[in-house]
């Protein structure tokens, strides 16, 4: 036992200069706040600084539906204009889809985010989104 107690005192003093020979920390001196921003000292919206989001590009188009019949279609354009979103229907097949769709007016397209489409997804159980080109969706109205 007494050899045991020396061979684990013995490996704590190694221990503590192996441990003693690695550089000490050093503390990082950090720069104040103040020296990043400059001159701009607060917070701003970017209404505020004028700057616009980017940009959407003219030749695209959101479009909801993929549903089956007229009637759920109609359904989805009151619940959507309850939301203040505005819609048209699309006349006719958009290529490379099924069913019954509506293309959503370029000003609401903000408020049609994913879970508003998450939520309407529940009440519409085939209900789809996509962004497609404009050029050639003849609406009907």
Known sequence: MRWLFLLLLVLNVVYYVWHQQEAPLRVKEVAPLSLYKGNQQEIRLLRETGAAAPAKR???????????????????????????????????????AEGQW????????????????????????????????????????
């Open 58 to 96: 003219r030749d695209e188009c959101l479009v909801v539906g993929g549903l089956a019949s007229r009637e759920q279609l109609d359904a989805l354009r009151q619940r959507l204009l309850s939301l203040d979103i505005s819609t048209l229907i699309v006349a006719g097949q958009l290529p490379g």
């Open 102 to 141: 509506l293309k959503v007016d370029a000003q609401s397209e903000r408020l049609l985010d994913p879970t508003v489409l998450d939520s309407l997804s529940k009440d519409f159980k085939d209900l789809k989104h996509k962004i497609i080109f404009c050029g050639g969706i003849a609406t009907g109205e």
